[in-house]
């Protein structure tokens, strides 16, 4: 069995101009949830960013996201960074 993953956005999103600013996911797994962020060298990597979301300690927006939705941004945020390199 496929493990579930949750995919959040990160941003300023309901600010007039709102621009994402990254992308994380939670994967939940037999050992507990791991919470990734996805990184400008393109790679998944362990981040804090959805526990402090979670305790209200972001001065940035987190919104969940289907997995679709995940995936496109995921999509734009990598194209946009390999153009910036």
């Known amino acids: 069995m496929a493990a579930e993953v949750q995919y959040y956005v990160i941003g300023r999103i309901g600010q007039v101009g709102g621009r994402v600013l990254g992308l994380a996911r939670r994967t939940y797994s037999t ?5 990734e962020t996805l990184r400008s060298d393109l790679s998944w990597q362990p ?39």
Request: glycine share 6%.
């Open 47 to 85: 981040d804090s960013v959805l526990t402090e979301w979670e305790y209200g300690d972001l001065t940035t927006e987190v919104i969940k996201v289907s997995e679709q939705d995940g995936e496109r941004v995921a999509n734009q945020l990598r194209a946009r960074w390999q153009r910036s390199r």
């Open 31 to 35: 050992d507990g949830p791991v919470d």
